[in-house]
């Protein structure tokens, strides 16, 4: 019975992981996604695209019902998304982890821009340029905390990169010790049966 439970509590979490980590993808998408956006582009929310400035977007996006409200909570939330990604993995012993929140603090930068442009093509509407800035204003005062708290995080892409290595060289080390061993324990098995 103990058995069961505890294999069922393994399925349940290796499931949970897997739905997190597919979670996580999706967010860190949309945030590369928001980056690429060039001045006079518009987001269909609905689909994740970019539609281009045209005389059919705006009878589409009616039809679609996407709006500018949809996508200042596109926006909010991938961003949102993205600080809690980082903050569950912020303080991990993994450099998988911490590569990772460096990469997402990278496409969090380069969203600035996107999101910059995406005010430019909306100017006329105050409204939404003012929750623009105020997005942005976010972004900037969240990374600066982080940097504060945990400078380990802004780490350049070379020293990315020095963390890769290290971690390769690393396991390549561990590989050839457990080669070895086996090799050593094969050896003495073959002398303790001759």
Do not use: W
């Not at 689909?47 to 909010?76: A, H, Q, V, W």
């Not at 809690?84 to 460096?102: G, V």
């Amino acid at each position: 019975m103990f058995s069961t439970v505890k294999t069922l509590h393994l399925l349940f979490n290796n499931h949970d992981k897997r739905l997190q980590t597919e979670m996580n993808k999706d967010i860190i998408t949309k945030l590369k996604f928001i980056s690429t956006f060039e001045i006079g582009q518009k987001m269909d929310s609905n689909n994740f695209k970019i539609e281009s400035n045209n005389i059919m977007t705006p009878i589409k996006r009616f039809i679609y019902g996407d709006s500018r409200d949809n996508t200042i909570k596109f926006l909010n939330n991938t961003i949102d998304r993205s600080f809690e990604i980082i903050q569950s993995y912020s303080n991990s012993d993994r450099k998988s982890e911490i590569i990772l929140c460096s990469n997402i603090i990278n496409d969090l930068n380069k969203s600035i821009q996107g999101l910059n442009n995406i005010k430019e093509t909306y100017k006329d509407d105050k409204l939404f340029t003012c929750s623009i800035d105020i997005l942005i204003e976010l972004i900037d005062a969240r990374l600066t905390e982080l940097r504060e708290k945990n400078p380990d995080l802004f780490i350049s892409l070379i020293q990315q990169n020095e963390l890769i290595n290290e971690t390769k060289i690393s396991n390549t080390t561990l590989r050839e010790d457990k080669d070895i061993k086996t090799q050593s324990t094969s050896k003495d098995k073959h002398k303790n049966n001759s």
